[in-house]
């Protein structure tokens, strides 16, 4: 099955520890992205990368690191400079070509603080 | 001003009730229009998109955007327990443009 698979489902921080979390993809797709979802928040964004080797800062990047070697990986590091990471975080990666705006989702890593 | 402003509820209905959800926007350079839904813990999935202004239906959904008034809504006819879930509406400048999303409506149909 093609998609976007995120782990783990839950992660638990401790204070000054960094954080990653993972997002794989098999759709072939070149831009992936990272969204933070907070309730009432909506979703925002912490990081998008449009190709390998290539990344830009979101609304939100503070606290936060990604790297992009591999077109199918996308992991996100929360940062001990992260001092708010309770969240639930959502990787997506979009389409090469026609519907471009139809993101495709993963089912999301729900980060919380020890 | 937030650029996307969304109602994020909660909208509580009975089954089959019509159901409106609505978005106002501010920047006029938006020309792509999205709603998502989201099921409870799962990533959102594209339900309904939109180009520029006018009405589109699916099924028991039906979009509209009005550029003029800088706002769009989501209409389902005859709501089912199964629609419950949060609907954020999305926009874009173009096709290669990053979305932005409203903070979401969370709705449930009351069987």
């Known amino acids: 099955d093609g998609g976007i698979t995120q782990s783990p489902k839950y992660l638990f921080r401790k204070e000054g520890q960094n954080v990653t979390l993972s997002c794989e993809q098999n759709l072939n797709h070149d831009a992936m992205y990272w969204y933070r979802q907070d309730p009432g928040q909506g979703l925002r964004l912490i990081y998008y990368?449009?190709?390998?080797?290539?990344?830009q800062k979101g609304d939100i990047a503070e606290g936060y690191s990604v790297s992009r070697e591999k077109k199918e990986s996308f992991p996100l590091t929360v940062t001990s400079a992260q001092k708010n990471p309770t969240a639930f975080y959502l990787c997506a990666s979009r389409p090469n070509q026609g519907l471009r705006e139809k993101l495709f989702f993963g089912s999301g890593t729900q980060l919380s603080v020890l | 001003q937030k650029e996307v402003e969304q109602d994020p509820g909660p909208l509580s209905v009975p089954e089959g009730a019509i159901v409106s959800l609505n978005c106002t926007y501010s920047n006029s350079a938006f020309q792509y229009f999205m709603w998502y839904r989201q099921y409870s813990r799962k990533g959102p999935e594209l339900l309904m998109y939109t180009y520029s202004s006018g009405n589109k239906e699916d099924g028991r959904f039906t979009a509209q955007v009005d550029k003029s008034s800088k706002y769009i809504s989501l209409f389902i006819r005859d709501s089912q327990p199964s629609d419950s879930a949060t609907y954020l509406c999305a926009m874009a400048r173009g096709s290669n443009y990053k979305l932005t999303f409203g903070k979401g409506t969370l709705l449930t149909v009351n069987p």
């Open positions: 990368s449009q190709i390998v080797n290539d990344f």
